[in-house]
């Protein structure tokens, strides 16, 4: 007999875990879908609270992951594995992906309950107005069928839960929000940022926006939260509940319900769909250990697997009606894949403040938002930039085990103390392409036989002249900041820069007004398939300069509040 529930959300992670959250406290009996294995909060599989010395192998992976294939972009991304983390990413011979060799793609995934909820890097940024009018203004892409005013409600709503800590800076590119205390800059950090505010216009440096609790609040220790303690291990997984994640936060808020039900350990094959109802009917999935298939029904389906994730569903959930994949009678499901880009990153030592120090590990960076999102004379680009940025301690001296060295003389070095330096590394964004795309391999599956997902995507002429211009531009910064011994490192205009590499991918199953060029409406909602909605990553239609995952979180909770209406209606 088939299992039956008013809503099945497939995926475990950020928008995964909002979606659960808010229809269960709605009433809705509701199936939370995980290919991945099940993770208790707090796990066992945490490393947060071992010393450097209890780690396996002193933190660096067996060799048995030096293996060709094992981990493969996670070794291009981090340069080497640690066993601190490792078990919370995908392995990609054991869940391989397609690319044509000359345009590698870098998918970074986390098969288990919540995610990448446990890695995410927990810079919580609002969206601006223009960053949903650009591509209208501009004409590249899908024109978003929502503003900022559609989602300012959301962004408040879900930040109060998540809890984001930030100061309310003033700048319309990067609205402020409902935030606890922010952490503190360093004096350097702060001595930069009165620079460039004295010399600068338009560009401002502000300590980052973190989903980490600086205090807890009522909402947060409902769910176990506790403050955040400083210490930097936020991707070993947090003991304390103080980052924000579906495990520590959305995932127990859906359990106190009791409306909640979680699989884990089944990969979505498809969603399944009525062709005399015209309605998704529920979710096959495939066992990971036994690979057989099952199905659960449900009246309304909200895929939330990540967006490629998403995609790969999409485009395997083929019948009668749609025989190139559910919901795709536009043609548009698995096109405008996007990520965001670097390119350029600069640092130089800042003198003076030799009687400063540091105290604790400060978990989010600083940032400066994007400036540029007028089109100007002085540059041959559109759209813009911001800057992930940090100066909060002083160099280290010592080898840390990294040069060569021993006896005295490493012993005088390690008890030097090194400047300051301030860093700063471009985020920029990546304009919508139709022909950056993902589709089904023709010819080749996974061990589960589900087709394996063919990426398609590059950076492009427009990305380009942005990287010339943030160096540029960053060379100015340095020189304001007062550094010294400074250095700029860009990407060479030969070189491929690899899609994917910030984490940030987007774009796949884009929200548009019009059927005939979008897969999802204003609300997230598919044209073709009333009861299916797509909130992760897969619905953004361009991807500004901001991490996108508080974006993310507002979609879900506003797609989730309309579609609980349309159950209770009975239109669903």
């Not at 400063?356 to 680009?381: C, L, M, W």
């Not at 999802?520 to 239609?541: I, P, Y």
Request: proline letters at 4%; aromatic letters at 10%; a positive charge.
């Amino acid at each position: 007999m088939t299992e039956e529930f008013d809503v099945i959300v497939v995926g475990s992670g950020i928008t995964g875990g909002w979606a659960a959250k808010e229809f269960c406290e709605k009433g809705f009996k509701t199936l939370v879908i995980e290919r991945g294995r099940h993770l208790d909060h707090p796990s066992s599989e945490y490393t947060d609270m071992q010393a450097p010395w209890q780690l396996d192998n002193r933190n660096m992976a067996p060799e048995a992951y030096d293996d060709e294939g094992r981990y493969a972009m996670l070794k291009a991304k981090k340069g080497k594995l640690k066993t601190d983390t490792i078990q919370f990413f995908a392995d990609d011979k054991e869940h391989p992906y397609s690319y044509p060799e000359d345009k590698p793609f870098m998918w970074t995934r986390g098969y288990h309950l919540g995610g990448r909820s446990i890695t995410w890097g927990r810079q919580s940024l609002r969206w601006g107005p223009k960053d949903f009018e650009a591509n209208a203004k501009d004409g590249h892409g899908v024109p978003w069928p929502i503003g900022y005013k559609d989602l300012e409600p959301w962004y408040n709503y879900v930040e109060s839960f998540v809890g984001i800590s930030a100061n309310k800076d003033g700048i319309d590119a990067l609205p402020d929000g409902d935030f606890l205390k922010p952490f503190e800059m360093s004096c350097v950090e702060q001595h930069v940022a009165k620079n460039m505010e004295r010399a600068f216009k338009d560009r401002r440096l502000i300590i980052g926006r973190a989903a980490n609790l600086t205090e807890a609040k009522t909402q947060h220790t409902e769910v176990g939260r506790s403050p955040c303690q400083a210490r930097a291990y936020c991707q070993r997984g947090c003991t304390f509940g103080a980052y924000f994640s579906s495990l520590s936060a959305t995932l127990p808020a859906a359990k106190k319900t009791q409306n909640l039900s979680i699989l884990t350990d089944s990969i979505a094959y498809s969603v399944d769909y009525d062709e005399h109802k015209g309605k998704a009917s529920g979710v096959t999935v495939i066992d990971a250990k036994t690979k057989q298939k099952r199905q659960y029904k449900a009246r309304v389906i909200f895929l939330c697997a990540s967006a490629l994730g998403s995609v790969q569903i999409l485009l395997n959930s083929k019948s009668q009606t749609f025989p190139n994949g559910i919901a795709n009678s536009s043609g548009a499901v698995g096109h405008y894949i996007m990520d965001h880009i670097t390119g350029t990153i600069g640092f130089g030592d800042v003198p003076g403040f030799e009687h400063k120090y540091s105290y604790g590990r400060r978990p989010i960076a600083t940032y400066i938002p994007n400036y540029r999102h007028e089109p100007s004379e002085q540059v041959d680009f559109v759209r813009g930039y911001g800057y992930q940025a940090t100066a909060q301690s002083r160099k280290m001296t010592g080898t840390t085990a990294k040069s060569v060295g021993i006896g005295a003389a490493v012993k005088a070095k390690a008890n030097k103390i090194g400047q300051w330096q301030f860093k700063a590394l471009m985020y920029g964004e990546m304009l919508p392409y139709y022909d950056n795309y993902a589709s089904l391999h023709p010819t080749k599956k996974d061990q589960w036989g589900i087709p394996l997902l063919h990426i398609d995507a590059e950076v492009k002429e427009n990305e380009r002249k942005m990287i010339v211009q943030a160096a540029k531009d960053l060379k100015e910064i340095l020189a304001v900041a007062g550094c010294e011994n400074t250095t700029i490192r860009e990407v060479p205009a030969d070189r491929h820069i690899v899609v994917g590499n910030r984490t940030h991918e987007m774009g796949g199953a884009v929200m548009g007004s019009d059927p005939k060029t979008s897969v999802l409406n204003k609300w997230a909602q598919s044209h073709d398939v009333a009861n299916l909605f797509v909130t992760d990553g897969a619905c953004m239609s361009s991807c500004a300069t901001q991490n996108p995952s508080l974006t993310y979180m507002a979609i879900t909770a506003r797609a989730a509040d309309y579609a609980a209406k349309l159950l209770n209606q009975g239109t669903l």
